[in-house]
């Protein structure tokens, strides 16, 4: 009650795993009060990708990988392990809308760091686009702190690799 009617400065900042918010009364007499988050849950209607997630040959031929709508602040890992030299894997993207040049879907040569893919903002009217990989293959979604979207979602399956002729 005695500070009713008075002009509150409120001040807030980020921390990862808390939210701190100082009060500042115009008398210049300091409150400070400090919420503490265990545990947040992703935003409703979003997806939070898992750890590092490895598909061996043999046991995941085939499937689908979606983050659809994603969360901010990303790094998502899917390693494909385990696939002979004469297989491959086939991609099939089949949506993708990510804030442009900020978020990004990644394909990389896992042995040699290459990257053989990178797909970024809305891609709705030139897909499903198909490619085919390496068996050594590892796909990377990052995501910033500031937009999210609708994201992707593609499948893949394991195919006889192109057989390469021999030159004279």
Not at 11 to 32: E, F, K, M, Q
Not at 86 to 99: C, G, H, N, V
Request: with cysteine; net charge negative; hydrophobic share 40%.
């Amino acid at each position: 009650a005695e500070y009713m009617g008075t002009s509150l400065l409120l001040s807030c900042s980020h921390v990862r795993g808390s939210n701190r918010i100082t009060r500042l009364p115009y008398r210049a007499i300091a409150v400070a009060i400090t919420l503490t988050l265990l545990a947040v849950a992703p935003p409703a209607n979003s997806t939070a990708c898992p750890a590092t997630t490895t598909f061996d040959f043999g046991t995941s031929n085939s499937g689908s990988i979606s983050l659809s709508p994603y969360d901010d602040s990303l790094d998502c890992v899917w390693s494909f392990r385990g696939f002979p030299a004469t297989k491959a894997i086939e991609i099939s993207l089949q949506s993708l809308i990510t804030e442009q040049n900020v978020d990004y879907l990644e394909f990389v040569n896992s042995k040699t760091s290459e990257v053989l893919n990178t797909f970024t903002g809305n891609l709705t009217d030139s897909l499903p686009r198909t490619f085919q990989v390496t068996s050594n293959l590892m796909i990377r979604f990052h995501s910033d702190s500031s937009v999210r979207s609708d994201g992707f979602a593609l499948s893949y399956a394991t195919i006889d690799a192109p057989s390469r002729s021999a030159t004279a």
